[in-house]
């Protein structure tokens, strides 16, 4: 059965530092996303992303992130001058075309910043 | 506002019980849905059910809905150990955004 995958699992970082978090979504899904855990708390809503271009995004995705679909493949969520509350667990997910709810999940990338 | 709470946060049952996990939620929905999380991974799609939907089987799920009460229930049938997870509503806010409750934290003692 065809799933998202997420590169790497575990990423730990500086402080200041940039990091690069990368998904592969189902192949055939147009939409793309990215949702963040902080320990303990709700998962939460950060970006959506279809034909190129971002479609909606909360309030913490702010300008220290940007998204990026490089190939016909990736998908990437990049953050910039991460700070400590940046560390979470990162959710990449994918749905088809005209089913924009029904989202698979890929396994995450813990976060962690020191 | 906040969307789908669930309730109870923790729920411990033996084995071969049923769970019977509730959510709330304030605003109008569409559709409601239901994901498990397991320690430290991501998340499974369960169910989805939709605004003019009753109630929904899946195996040994079933979901209920009512939108009079804004409330749905998922209810674990002959529970297994390895239904211990985590379980999350969640409902679309605008066009694609989920938006998830805190969760109920199922476990199943052998």
């Known amino acids: 059965e065809p799933e998202v995958t997420q590169t790497p699992s575990h990423q730990v970082t500086q402080m200041g530092q940039e990091v690069i978090l990368r998904c592969v979504p189902i192949s055939n899904h147009l939409y793309f996303y990215w949702y963040r855990q902080i320990l303990g708390q709700k998962v939460e809503f950060l970006v959506s992303?279809?034909?190129?271009?971002?479609?909606?995004k909360s309030e913490i995705f702010d300008d220290q992130f940007s998204v990026e679909r490089p190939d016909g493949s990736n998908f990437t969520l990049k953050i910039r001058s991460t700070k400590l509350e940046d560390s979470a667990m990162y959710f990449c997910?994918?749905?088809?075309?005209?089913?924009?709810?029904?989202?698979?999940f890929g396994p995450g990338t813990r976060l962690t910043v020191t | 506002s906040q969307q789908g709470e669930e309730d109870p946060q923790a729920l411990s049952i033996q084995e071969g019980e049923n769970a019977t996990m509730n959510c709330s939620y304030k605003?109008?929905?569409?559709?409601l849905q239901w994901y498990r999380q397991n320690s430290g991974r991501g998340l499974v799609h369960l169910i989805l059910i939709r605004s003019n939907e009753r109630e929904k089987h899946s195996g040994r799920l079933r979901v209920t809905l009512d939108t009079s009460k804004k409330s749905s229930s998922l209810l674990i049938t002959a529970s297994r150990a390895a239904d211990t997870a985590s379980y999350f509503c969640a409902s679309i806010q605008g066009a694609q955004k989920l938006v998830f409750g805190q969760g109920t934290r199922l476990t199943i003692n052998p």
């Open positions: 992303f279809y034909n190129n271009e971002i479609s909606e």
């Open positions: 997910a994918s749905s088809e075309a005209g089913q924009p709810y029904e989202q698979y």
């Open positions: 605003t109008s929905i569409n559709n």
